[in-house]
């Protein structure tokens, strides 16, 4: 389906932030039976959900395995329950701030003498507290005075950081796809080992969480201010979802970027990134998933020894704002130096909605790839657009989201062009019923996408957990094609007739500085 697929070349970036160290490798991969034309995929489906074992710690933490032994390989994936919507006002991208952080290591791991760098650490945050003052003086002598002062205890600091000592760690014991990625609804930390590391991946990753050090805090942030750079201020189209989710939504924390206000980042501090960690990483707000060639007693055994470790703590708070329902269309216009784009976005409901998957279904019928509705009409036919394209779950879909449509205007076409076209195939929806053929075209290729995304062991973590919190219960990623199924044209025709309406619609409009 369209939320479990490549989504945008653009938009994807502006979605997610994603730590590449290595790729996942093939040798994970779990394929399902081949299929005779008209066979249900349910009993392997059935069968599998079979050999999913779950089991709490008494802190709160959940674990969630899954059996498959057809590889000596393990994934592992936990899920934090927090991400861009929980952030505090002034702390915009903090929860992007301590995924980067959470790779620098322990007391143990990515430094050469701890007791030696904590003090380092706790001077580097005076001096950054004092250079704040001094700016906010205006006294220009002090602050080349205390920056000088803060360089040189940086030296000092990194000169005993041992770079990256996690991800060679993992990688000398044959481990594969160290990944994170910060997204509004959630925060991921995920890779894979061969089986026989298990109980290597439960002391690292419990050592992770346990008692990280914030170290190269102050480095990091320059990172994490030119990676927004590249993503919004050099951007149009980062600048343009920016402003469009400002504008979309009144009240609902989905508005604010997932990286962070430039001036937040700033000023965020280490003690705003702990404090942070402190209140959204307990182990009640964590969701683990073992997915392989594991034995599920063996896994509750390691897990209670040094996950066990971990102390209760408070639920964190929950996110409380509820979007009010859209009175009348909103615009947004932005002159950059540009090709005109065009965003229209419609407000839908979250993914524990009855009508979720009637709303993925609509999403790939109007611009998944080039025999979608919006591809032969506005780039094909009329050659409006030089692409067409759309996705459900815009930038989250915990709560309450968009259903968002974009088009890149051809040379020698406008912005209104394509939002007249756009307009008349929602129109056309509204009007309509789908062709029953179509409907179930539709219905091969969401049920083969979300498949592929069951294939390997990594993909399967993920949807464990992410199904597991959005939805309250895992078990519900197996009835997604049942779910799939069951979705008829007047479901299609009455879902749309509700959504596309103008009162539910924002615009965005990029147009060319120089015309």
């Known amino acids: 389906m369209s939320r479990l697929k ?29 299929m005779e034309k008209g066979q249900s995929i349910q009993p392997y489906l059935d069968r599998v959900k079979e050999k999913v074992t779950t089991f709490k710690l008494k802190n709160g933490l959940k674990f969630i395995v899954l059996e498959r032994h057809q590889a000596p390989v393990i994934a592992f994936h936990t899920y934090a329950d927090v991400g861009g919507v929980n952030e505090p006002a002034g702390q915009t991208g903090v929860a992007h701030y301590l995924e980067h952080l959470a790779f620098k290591g322990t007391r143990q791991i990515g430094v050469t003498d701890y007791e030696a760098e904590k003090p380092l650490l706790e001077q580097q945050d005076q001096l950054f507290e004092q250079i704040q003052v001094a700016k906010a003086k205006q006294d220009q002598q002090a602050v080349e005075a205390l920056t000088a002062e803060f360089a040189e205890v940086t030296q000092k600091a990194d000169s005993l950081v041992k770079q990256n000592e996690m991800g060679q760690i993992i990688n000398q014991q044959g481990g594969v796809g160290l990944n994170a990625t910060t997204s ?65 939504f009144d009240v609902h924390p989905y508005l604010q970027p997932v990286i962070g206000y430039e001036k937040d980042l700033r000023n965020l501090s280490r003690q705003n990134v702990q404090d942070f960690f402190d209140t959204y990483y307990g182990p009640s707000n964590l969701t683990i998933a073992v997915v392989g060639d594991v034995n599920p007693k063996e896994v509750k055994k390691l897990a209670k020894t040094y996950f066990g470790r971990f102390k209760s703590k408070a639920q964190p708070p929950e996110v409380k704002q509820v979007e009010p ?34 709303y993925e279904l609509i999403a790939s019928l109007l611009s998944d790839g080039r025999t979608s509705r919006l591809y032969k009409t506005l780039v094909e036919s009329q050659k409006i657009a030089l692409s067409a394209e ?20 051809a040379p020698g ?34 049920r083969a996408g979300l498949l592929r995304s069951l294939d390997s062991n990594s993909g399967m973590a993920r949807l464990l957990t992410e199904y597991d919190v959005k939805t309250g219960d895992w078990r519900n990623l197996f009835s997604e094609l049942e779910k799939i199924e069951a979705v008829t044209p007047e479901d299609i025709q009455r879902i749309a007739q509700a959504t596309f309406t103008p009162e539910n619609r924002t615009v965005g409009y990029i147009l060319s500085k120089d015309k």
């Not at 938009?11 to 039976?33: C, D």
């Not at 990091?220 to 189209?237: A, Q």
């Not at 784009?341 to 409901?349: F, Q, V």
Request: proline share 7%.
């Open 6 to 34: 490549n989504i945008g070349f653009l938009l994807v970036a502006l979605l997610t932030s994603l730590i590449f160290i290595n790729q996942p490798v093939g040798a994970e991969t779990v394929k399902p039976p081949p």
């Open 184 to 248: 509004s609804d959630a925060t991921r930390y995920f890779y894979s080992l061969p089986a026989n590391k298990l109980e290597l991946w439960m002391s690292l990753e419990s050592e992770r969480f346990l008692e990280p050090v914030m170290r190269e805090f102050y480095k990091e942030k320059e990172v994490i201010l030119e990676e927004r750079r590249m993503r919004t201020d050099n951007s149009p189209i980062g600048k343009m979802v920016e402003v469009f989710l400002g504008e979309s």
């Open 325 to 358: 329902p859209q009175q009348k269309t909103k615009s947004v216009t932005l002159e950059l130096k540009s090709q005109p784009w065009y965003l229209e976005g419609y407000h839908r409901p979250a993914i524990s909605d009855p009508d979720h998957v009637g």
């Open 390 to 409: 759309g996705f459900s779950g815009f930038p989250g879909d915990k709560y309450p989201n968009l259903m968002l449509f974009y088009a890149l205007t």
């Open 413 to 446: 076409h406008t912005v209104d062009e394509v939002a007249t076209s756009l307009t008349s195939e929602l129109e056309r929806l509204k009007a309509e019923r789908v062709d029953v053929q179509d409907l179930d075209r539709l219905k091969t290729q969401a």
